[in-house]
């Protein structure tokens, strides 16, 4: 595969020093904020790209050469051929899933090796039992939080339950028939469960083969590259408002998506992190339940969801839409030390009348607040308070310079900069890797 002609992507162009080294990239919304196609912007100049949190409940879309890709648990950086993927000690791994990907790439000419792909022994694996406990929970529930039903919670519980499988063991025949052994000890519904679904057990059990080649010591790798001073980018695969501590629980993931998460899932100590980019929309959009106080469901929440294809990557299921929520973006540049955020899509919201952005709540008990809350309950009770600005009608151009945005367009990106209290340095004008403003142009 030929190197991609990504050089006008420079990570220079977003006023990143040659001495960054280390950068997380988060989602700073409640997830498809559109990580996938800055990752593999980002990555073009980078050396190791690491998913540090979530698994196949992820969806990012990319598009190489043209083709439209979607990776649920490979980093978006595969598709650059110097560099090396890894997938580290918070990532739960689908196994079968996985290597289906792997096939995926390997058909659209992605040479992986052992020396190109590295799978943390330390992760946890999901297995059908854990699929099986998820749609259990979710369907038998009256307050389902809307999962995905990918196995994530229940593969995240019992990591922490210490009773998990993780994938060093999973790769190793005797260690995995022991955990299969235990769970079928303590577990009553653990080994009917084999017998009724035995194809997708030999599915699981045929992927440990195929992965066992990738296995090693991430971990240490990955240390071993930064102090090398290899450039390298820490992916989430979630946003920063379903963080299991600090998103909006319970309607929250399992895993810990904000830019902390990439230290403790690594073992790579803080002071490493150079630069913490945030990738936001200019409008928000949330998959499954929970408190969304933006949410339009009215004719402006309909097009901006058509306009912006608004349907999961993972489940295709419809993503609810409203407008940008500044109070929570806010949260999320304090939360996670955001240095520089990506307004994305802002194509989608070309057109309007107005737009609008939330700089408070009002709550029928509490009155005005100015922060995001702790509790979900009271999230979900409270109205929205908006600034309103005046829309834009001429279209965005493709790429340049910020300076190229229409004069509303740009009032409306400075006003979300002020408030939230990150640089914008990047907003996106489309799907592909080169439909992007930035402001070092
Ligand atoms: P889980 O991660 O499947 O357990 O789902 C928990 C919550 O996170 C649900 O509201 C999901 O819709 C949401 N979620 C999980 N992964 C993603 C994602 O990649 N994008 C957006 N929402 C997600």
């Known amino acids: ?54 698994g196949n409940n992820a969806g990012h879309t990319l598009y190489v050469a043209g083709q439209k890709v979607v990776l649920h648990q490979l980093p978006s950086g595969i598709f650059h051929p110097r560099q090396t993927s890894a997938l580290a000690a918070g990532v739960v791994i689908n196994p079968a899933q996985l290597v289906a990907e792997m096939h995926k790439v390997r058909d659209q000419d992605v040479h992986l090796t052992p020396a190109r792909l590295w799978l943390s022994g330390r992760a946890h694996v999901i297995t059908p039992w854990h699929i099986h406990v998820d749609e259990q929970r979710e369907s038998r529930s009256k307050s389902a939080i809307g999962t995905t039903k990918r196995g994530i919670g229940p593969t995240y519980g019992d990591k922490a339950a210490r009773s998990g499988l993780r994938v060093g063991d999973y790769v190793d025949a005797a260690a995995r028939a022991r955990w299969i052994q235990r769970m079928t000890e303590v577990e009553p519904e653990f080994g009917p469960l084999l017998q009724r679904s035995a194809t997708a057990w030999a599915a699981f059990e045929a992927a440990a083969n195929a992965l066992q080649p990738f296995v090693c010591d991430a971990e240490s790798l990955i240390r071993t590259a930064v102090r090398a001073g290899k450039k390298v980018l820490l992916e989430g695969a979630q946003g920063a408002l379903l963080d299991l501590d600090h998103g909006t629980y319970p309607f929250v993931t399992s895993s810990s998506t904000g830019a902390g998460g990439a230290c403790q899932s690594i073992g790579l100590p803080p002071r490493h992190i ?131 945005l229409p004069p509303e367009a740009k009032a409306f990106v400075a006003a979300a900069a002020a408030f939230c209290g990150a640089e914008i340095a990047m907003v996106g004008t489309g799907p592909g890797p080169g439909d992007a403003l930035y402001k070092n142009r």
């Open 1 to 54: 595969m030929e190197p991609r002609d990504d050089n006008h992507f420079r990570q220079e162009r977003i006023g990143m020093a040659a001495s960054t080294q280390v950068t997380v990239l988060v989602g700073a919304q409640w997830g498809d904020e559109g990580k996938g196609k800055w990752i593999d912007v980002l990555a073009a100049d980078g050396d190791l790209v690491v998913r540090y949190q979530g």
């Open 274 to 404: 150079n630069r913490v980019i945030g990738i936001a929309k200019g409008y928000v959009t949330r998959v499954g339940s929970g408190p969304f106080p933006t949410e339009l469901q009215d004719d402006i929440g309909a097009l901006l969801a058509a306009k912006g294809q608004e349907f999961g990557a993972t489940t295709g299921r419809p993503r609810r839409v409203g407008w940008l929520d500044g109070v929570a973006l806010r949260y999320v540049v304090e939360v996670n030390g955001l240095d520089t955020l990506v307004l994305n899509k802002m194509d989608i919201l070309t057109g309007l009348a107005e737009v609008k952005m939330c700089t408070a709540y009002r709550h029928p008990r509490l009155g005005l607040l100015t922060e995001l809350p702790w509790s979900s309950d009271v999230l979900s009770a409270c109205e929205p308070v908006y600034q309103t600005f005046p829309g834009w009608s001429t279209e965005i151009p493709k790429s340049g310079s910020m300076d190229l």
